[in-house]
């Protein structure tokens, strides 16, 4: 009797990949929610650990108390701040398009005057640019809208609905903590990998998570801080500040920068150079300098070393290149919570190249 196991094999794997692509497209549109509930997770998942003790070894009752904390301290403010900043923003454009409309000539001329002093441009050059300004104002106000609303989009159009990915993240987030274990360890079954690469993945992802997380949230937090207090010494609105300068500074190299430069520039022009050189500063050089190049690293490292990572397996999160290209084309794909998506998912193709070295380090030639 011939011998159908090969056939069955082949078979087997069909199915397989079937029931992968179509779970995949099932899931599809809550696959984002669920990336980002599995970070947050991962990342948090040692104080899910340290609960569970104070509860009795309940799952439930920790996993409860981890998603309404993590809820309170993460998702809940990360929202608000973005609900906050596009409200202030399409403010802001309000005002701008007002502002235009209520230009003279004799003003536009003080301006000019001003912005002479600052800008190393010819008067002749400058007198042009604002009055070019001044003829497409209605163009230049039309483009500021459609650039706010494709941000908008971007931080809340990702999923069917806002409120809707912020609600499957909570919930995803209870059952991750309470079976995660269990998950991990019917992962490592299913895969035809040997267990010591299972886990080399696994700890990988676990640990690129955590570092992302804290240090992104880190870095926002003490960059919002710096501002909103310049902001305040300096009389102008310290909490929408920080908050725009937070969110800002979660996007690599112009960062904050989005938001410093044009304040330092609309205040050069009323001629408060003080106030400019101030503002110019503190973005440039502490926010910019000290708490990106300095700090950050520092923060990761230490990170690392808590986990207890080595700094060649995590050096991912800190190579500017591989974190610039992944941030932005995770903001392209997925919106605003693409900037955690795109170093994660960059990380992990990394790694899993690291394991294909690993595991075929015989067959590659290294000469």
Known sequence: MRSNAPY????????????????????SPFLEALLFAMILATATYSLY???????????????????VFVFATVIAPVTYLLLEVGLQVGHIVSQAEQWLSQQTPETLAELNKNLVEVIPFPESTQMELIRQVKDNSDKLIAFAQETIMFLVKGIFGSTTSFITFIFLAVFALFFFYRDGHRISHHLKILSPLENYYDTMIMTRFSNLSTILLLSVLGVALMQGVVFAIVAWFLGMPGLFIGMAIAITSFIPIVGAALIWIPFALVMAAQGDYVAASVVVFFGAVVNGFFIDNVVRPMLIQKISASLGGASEELAVANHTLITVLSTFAGLIHFGMIGLFFGPVIAAMAITIFDVYAHKNSDLLDRT
Request: net charge positive.
């Open 8 to 27: 069955e094999e082949g078979f087997l794997i069909i199915l397989l990949l079937t029931a992968v692509v179509g779970l995949l497209w099932l899931f």
């Open 49 to 67: 650990l340290k609960v569970l003790p104070k509860v009795k070894q309940s799952p439930n009752y920790a996993s409860a108390v981890m998603s």
